[in-house]
């Protein structure tokens, strides 16, 4: 009888809690048809080059690609249309990542070649995604029931050290670039150098480093400062004329991972009115190969304990990720995460409008800004080229890929 009662109990227990989410779930997705919800980096254009060398007629894209080779039998794979509809993801920045093992060859061919499958994908499928370079194009595209896709470059080793290279990513639509990936580029140092028993190449950004930066707010590119090195985030912050954002990292107090922000740059962070966009990606989240959601939610109270609400967003990193925490598997998994900090009293329907996207969408309202102020005073293009010393003097170290 006892036992019975115990069962019975523990079954009301979980019904209860099941219905508790049920609401939670209802009150999230109300929110997310308010604000639309803007994750920072994915990886899937890569995926996409890896696997199917860019041939989009291969990649069906508005299926459930679980059930489909060879993305079913891949850790790396998290993103299709039915699952970013299932998360109500309403903006998702894609990644044209460029790996470092192309800097000094291929790299600006690459990354023009992962800006061209994203645009090309997204002509494939005009019901469900439409090609935003705006903040505007944001809130219109969440209006119309699209999937506003952003193109961010991942890796400053893109732009071959040339300025001209940078003019053109941002005419095809680059609205961000990330200062490095996992190499120094000649003109910035990259998180590796903060590990212990590294050097740093140049100690943050080199002349020609805060020209890029100069160039940037001058365009109304976002710099992210994902895989920078803690100098060259130091640097950027004084220098940068506009907002910055880290769009896949999460923070060094509660992991010290080289790829996390350390509190003392969230407080500058705060100031320069930028964004950090938390990554779920378990190494980053616990330092370990095991996280679940309510680790990553940590992360995103840490964040906004230490910079504030007006200062922590989402940019997961899926498709760039072989491991995922426990209740975050997907795409689809975003709305679970804004219902947990919904439970935990702290965080209002308001505060998960901005989390969920409002706050980038500022952050890139003020980029815009500092860019038109700039073309009233009638800045002019960043006319210098990289010393050729800087190219070609220094012996750089070529990291191993992750
Ligand atoms: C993180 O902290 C541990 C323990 O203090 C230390 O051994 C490790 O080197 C640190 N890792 C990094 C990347 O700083």
Same mark, same amino acid.
């Given at each position: 009888?006892?036992?019975?009662?115990?069962?019975?109990?523990?079954?009301?227990?979980?019904?209860?809690? $099941?219905? !508790? *989410?049920? =609401?939670?779930?209802?009150?999230?997705?109300? %929110?997310?048809?308010?604000?639309? &919800? #803007? +994750?920072?980096?994915?990886?899937?254009?890569?995926?996409?080059?890896?696997?199917?060398?860019?041939?989009?007629?291969?990649?069906?894209?508005?299926?459930?690609?679980?059930?489909?080779?060879?993305?079913?039998?891949?850790?790396?794979?998290?993103?299709?249309?039915?699952?970013?509809?299932?998360?109500?993801?309403?903006?998702?920045?894609?990644?044209?990542?460029?790996?470092?093992? $192309?800097? !000094? *060859?291929? =790299?600006?061919?690459?990354?023009?070649?992962? %800006?061209?499958?994203?645009?090309? &994908? #997204? +002509?494939?499928?005009?019901?469900?995604?439409?090609?935003?370079?705006?903040?505007?194009?944001?809130?219109?595209?969440?209006?119309?029931?699209?999937?506003?896709?952003?193109?961010?470059?991942?890796?400053?080793?893109?732009?071959?050290?040339?300025?001209?290279?940078?003019?053109?990513?941002?005419?095809?639509?680059?609205?961000?670039?990330?200062?490095?990936?996992?190499?120094?580029?000649?003109?910035?140092?990259?998180?590796?150098?903060?590990?212990?028993?590294?050097?740093?190449?140049?100690?943050? &950004?080199?002349?020609?480093?805060?020209?890029?930066?100069?160039?940037?707010?001058?365009?109304?590119?976002?710099?992210?400062?994902?895989?920078?090195?803690?100098?060259?985030?130091?640097?950027?912050?004084?220098?940068?004329?506009?907002?910055?954002?880290?769009?896949?990292?999460?923070?060094?107090?509660?992991?010290?991972?080289?790829?996390?922000?350390?509190?003392?740059?969230?407080?500058?962070?705060?100031?320069?009115?930028?964004?950090?966009?938390?990554?779920?990606?378990?190494?980053?989240?616990?330092?370990?190969?095991?996280?679940?959601?309510?680790?990553?939610?940590?992360?995103?109270?840490?964040?906004?304990?230490?910079?504030?609400?007006?200062?922590?967003?989402?940019?997961?990193?899926?498709?760039?990720?072989?491991?995922?925490?426990?209740?975050?598997?997907?795409?689809?998994?975003?709305?679970?995460?804004?219902?947990?900090?919904?439970?935990?009293?702290?965080?209002?329907?308001?505060?998960?409008?901005?989390?969920?996207?409002?706050?980038?969408?500022?952050?890139?309202?003020?980029?815009?800004?500092?860019?038109?102020?700039?073309?009233?005073?009638?800045?002019?293009?960043?006319?210098?080229?990289?010393?050729?010393?800087?190219?070609?003097?220094?012996?750089?170290?070529?990291?191993?890929?992750?």
């Amino acid at each position: 009888m006892r036992l019975v009662l115990w069962l019975l109990h523990g079954l009301v227990m979980r019904v209860a809690f $099941a219905l !508790h *989410l049920e =609401a939670r779930l209802d009150a999230v997705r109300r %929110i997310l048809h308010e604000a639309p &919800l #803007v +994750d920072g980096h994915n990886d899937l254009p890569w995926n996409i080059r890896k696997f199917l060398k860019n041939q989009l007629r291969d990649f069906h894209f508005s299926e459930d690609l679980r059930g489909m080779s060879p993305w079913s039998r891949s850790s790396w794979s998290h993103t299709d249309l039915p699952r970013l509809r299932e998360g109500m993801v309403a903006a998702q920045f894609w990644s044209a990542y460029v790996p470092c093992s $192309a800097q !000094h *060859l291929d =790299a600006v061919q690459l990354v023009l070649e992962q %800006i061209d499958v994203i645009r090309r &994908l #997204v +002509d494939k499928y005009p019901s469900h995604m439409t090609l935003v370079t705006t903040a505007q194009g944001i809130e219109e595209a969440h209006e119309a029931g699209l999937l506003a896709s952003l193109i961010g470059v991942e890796g400053g080793h893109a732009l071959g050290s040339s300025l001209g290279v940078l003019r053109m990513l941002h005419q095809l639509g680059a609205r961000y670039l990330t200062l490095t990936h996992t190499c120094n580029t000649p003109w910035a140092d990259c998180s590796i150098a903060d590990e212990p028993g590294r050097l740093p190449n140049l100690g943050g &950004l080199s002349h020609f480093g805060t020209l890029v930066v100069r160039e940037m707010n001058r365009l109304g590119m976002i710099v992210d400062l994902s895989h920078v090195s803690v100098p060259t985030m130091l640097d950027t912050l004084r220098i940068s004329r506009a907002p910055v954002i880290f769009s896949h990292s999460s923070a060094h107090a509660l992991c010290n991972s080289s790829r996390n922000v350390p509190d003392h740059v969230l407080k500058l962070l705060a100031v320069n009115g930028g964004l950090m966009m938390v990554a779920f990606f378990p190494h980053f989240i616990s330092c370990s190969e095991s996280a679940t959601l309510r680790d990553v939610a940590a992360h995103i109270n840490h964040i906004r304990t230490v910079a504030g609400v007006d200062h922590v967003g989402l940019g997961a990193g899926y498709d760039g990720i072989n491991i995922t925490p426990l209740g975050l598997e997907d795409v689809s998994r975003y709305p679970h995460l804004l219902a947990e900090l919904l439970g935990s009293g702290r965080w209002t329907e308001a505060d998960l409008q901005k989390l969920a996207g409002r706050n980038l969408i500022r952050v890139f309202r003020d980029v815009e800004r500092v860019r038109d102020r700039l073309r009233e005073a009638g800045e002019p293009p960043v006319d210098e080229r990289i010393p050729a010393e800087d190219v070609y003097g220094r012996t750089y170290c070529r990291f191993p890929e992750t």
